[in-house]
């Protein structure tokens, strides 16, 4: 088994010791900082993603294999050269004013960082002028709002409506999600796309950004 197969079943079993060690023995032999984090460490959540969705892991899982390979990034990402992390697409993430749940959207946070992107976790309770505000800041190219609350949804319509304001709405892309959120849902306030699970995050995330 390769170095990279080796680093992918470890992160797929969520084993972050195994990573920390292989994804150190790469560094230390010079391999190139985007190879590990494409052919190893995302290698190993593209394992999870289909087993996920079939119903084969569950969330508990899947929090193991984003931990050990948020333990692989973490190595890794600093090594990173400049021109590389201008190729990094930038994504703000956040629950909306009035809710205070986040285990789906951390769980968002660490799969979306596992496909490559460059991730500002804004946290709970964020309001319109928030979001706003941070994608201005980072200058991010997709804003992923979450709610777990049938009575906070419509903050995610305010936040649409002010990017409108602020003449940044063409500028960025809004996926929302969340158990009350649809795509009926989404294409009523406007948004971009309707993510049903982290997976379905990472994959549309990608698919528009390509």
Same mark, same amino acid.
């Given at each position: *088994? ?80 400049? /021109? ?25 946070? *660490? ?70 959120? /649809? ?15 982290? *997976? ?11």
């Amino acid at each position: *088994m390769s170095d990279f197969a080796q680093l992918a079943q470890a992160v797929f079993k969520g084993n972050a010791e195994s990573v920390k060690g292989l994804t150190q023995t790469m560094i230390d032999a010079g391999v190139a900082p985007l190879e590990i984090i494409s052919q190893g460490l995302v290698a190993g959540m593209d394992i999870v993603s289909p087993k996920f969705k079939a119903g084969e892991m569950y969330v508990p899982e899947v929090m193991m294999s984003a931990r050990a390979l948020g333990e692989g990034m973490k190595m890794v990402k600093p090594l990173i050269a400049n /021109s590389d992390v201008a190729a990094i697409k930038t994504i703000v993430v956040g629950t909306v004013a009035g809710d205070l749940h986040d285990i789906g959207k951390n769980l968002v946070v *660490m799969i979306l960082e596992s496909g490559g992107f460059n991730v500002i976790d804004l946290g709970v309770d964020i309001s319109p002028a928030k979001f706003v505000e941070a994608v201005k800041e980072h200058n991010a190219q997709i804003l992923g709002m979450s709610a777990l609350l049938t009575t906070t949804m419509l903050s995610m319509k305010d936040t649409i409506d002010l990017l409108k304001e602020e003449g940044l709405r063409d500028k960025v892309k809004v996926l929302v999600g969340g158990a009350p959120v /649809s795509k009926n849902f989404a294409d009523e306030i406007g948004a971009d796309a309707y993510c049903a699970d982290a *997976m379905a995050a990472k994959d549309t995330a990608a698919s528009i950004l390509n």
